[in-house]
């Protein structure tokens, strides 16, 4: 089995430590929303900026678990990518491409549904959450088999470390089992054990509506969220109307514990601001939300309309938006491609085509 071996191992014995690479991945069901931003972007951004190789994607493939419009599909995708290039990821020094136009990952995909175990599957709180009320039966086998696919977005690049926000954890930890269960199964050290990169005070975004669900892209209440294409007026006034207690704001961090309403608009506040939540306690300690709401809603305005005013110009020219994404795809081909023949390699296919 040595001939199938990492590049990145030697004698197949010691690992050692993977080439640093970074992949992310966010669905286009819908549009993006600050929750997207803080937990996810913003931080795709950092992180390139720190010079680690950047893979970043719009997967396609997993936004059609549930159905989707294929008009708003295409749509949402082209938008998607304009938000990471408003946001700052830049299309040469990162790669950014849409999951469709990568074969390998459907083709590892499945592979990683032979090694995953249904009941791995069936325990994703994800997975009873989205079918929490309703009869799963009727769900698609692809919305089942989401995480595995997953996994291959991430292990098809040998990634070692993923920026997700805290929702996705477990579906890393199921990463990290298939990619163990593998090498077990076929005695390599071929894929690594993937590190998620959970980090910041926006982990988990809250809904404006209810500080105990996450701010999503498809909740019905579209006061719940900030999109990223809401203009200065909309999110002024969703953040004025946001749900909050009658007390004024703490003196301490500790305080906010059992008011997750007003933590949540805190946490956005210093996230934005990038400042840690104590100093905006001590900014606005025993401030009331008649004052501490509008100072919210200039700074999200300030942040976030310069990126919704260059994702509308980079969206008056999809034409640009698809050739980069196609350049991305040819380079994440370039990557994934001879990753996925050593996969083949190991579980015994025989490829004796040319090229
Ligand atoms: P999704 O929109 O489900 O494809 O998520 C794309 C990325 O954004 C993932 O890394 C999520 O963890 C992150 N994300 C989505 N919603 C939130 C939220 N409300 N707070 C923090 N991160 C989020
Ligand atoms: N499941 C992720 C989400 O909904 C999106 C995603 C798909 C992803 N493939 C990925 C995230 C690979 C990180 C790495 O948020």
């Avoid at 390139?48 to 970043?56: A, K, S, V, W």
């Avoid at 938000?83 to 590892?108: C, T, Y």
């Avoid at 175990?117 to 989205?130: A, E, L, P, V």
């Avoid at 209440?221 to 999110?235: E, K, V």
């Amino acid at each position: 089995m040595s001939s199938a071996a990492s590049p990145d191992q030697v004698g197949g014995q010691t690992p050692t430590p993977f080439k640093p690479r970074i992949f992310s991945g966010i669905q286009p069901s819908g549009g993006l929303t600050l929750g997207n931003y803080l937990g996810a972007l913003k931080r795709f951004v950092e992180k390139q900026d720190e010079g680690i190789e950047t893979i970043y994607c719009m997967v396609d493939m997993h936004a059609i678990t549930t159905w989707q419009d294929p008009v708003k599909l295409r749509q949402q995708t082209r938008e998607g990518a304009a938000a990471f290039i408003a946001a700052g990821i830049d299309p040469k020094r990162s790669i950014l491409f849409n999951q469709s136009q990568v074969g390998a990952h459907a083709e590892l995909g499945w592979i990683f549904n032979c090694v995953a175990r249904m009941g791995w599957m069936s325990r994703m709180t994800q997975w009873k959450d989205k079918t929490a009320g309703k009869n799963a039966e009727a769900e698609s086998l692809g919305l089942f088999a989401y995480p595995s696919l997953m996994a291959a977005d991430i292990l098809l690049y040998h990634a070692t470390m993923v920026p997700v926000g805290e929702d996705q954890k477990q579906h890393l930890e199921l990463c990290r089992d298939i990619a163990i269960k593998f090498n077990h199964d076929y005695k390599v050290d071929f894929f690594p054990v993937v590190e998620p990169l959970i980090e910041g005070v926006a982990t988990r975004v809250m809904s404006l509506r209810d500080g105990t669900k996450k701010m999503s892209k498809s909740d019905p209440s579209d006061q719940s969220r900030i999109n990223l294409t809401d203009d200065a007026d909309t999110i002024a006034a969703k953040i004025r109307k946001a749900k909050t207690d009658s007390l004024p704001l703490p003196e301490t961090a500790a305080e906010l514990k059992d008011r997750p309403e007003a933590r949540n608009l805190v946490n956005i506040y210093a996230a934005l601001a990038g400042h840690s939540l104590d100093q905006v306690i001590r900014d606005f300690a025993g401030a009331q939300f008649g004052t501490f709401k509008p100072a919210l809603a200039d700074l999200a305005v300030a942040k976030l309309s310069p990126i919704t005013h260059e994702m509308n110009r980079l969206m008056a020219d999809p034409g640009e938006i698809d050739r980069i994404l196609g350049d991305g795809a040819d380079r994440a081909d370039a990557i994934a491609r001879p990753i996925l023949d050593q996969v083949y390699d190991i579980t015994g296919m025989i490829r004796s085509r040319p090229g």
